[in-house]
């Protein structure tokens, strides 16, 4: 999958439960602007923010896609 594509995916599952990567950053403890830069910035998605995002919403429709690119990247 295309990184901008995997991004935008990330953006727009965020965007449809009502919040953004600093949210997410604080409700799980993670590094806020590594996760920032990863889903917003010019750093790579990893496979742990993609399983974060997977985790965080579970009954997301982010697509076999997504998960697929998840396996690729572990």
């Not at 579970?58 to 690119?69: D, L, M, S, T």
Request: charged share 25%.
């Amino acid at each position: 999958m295309d990184e901008a594509k995997l991004k935008e995916r990330l953006r727009q599952t965020l965007s449809d439960y009502g919040t953004n990567p600093t949210q997410l950053a604080r409700r799980f403890g993670v590094n806020q602007k590594t996760l920032n830069s990863q889903i917003n910035g010019d750093t790579a998605v990893s496979a742990s923010t993609i399983l974060l995002v997977l985790s965080a919403f579970p009954e997301a429709k982010i697509g076999r896609a997504v998960q697929q690119e998840c396996r690729d990247r572990s």
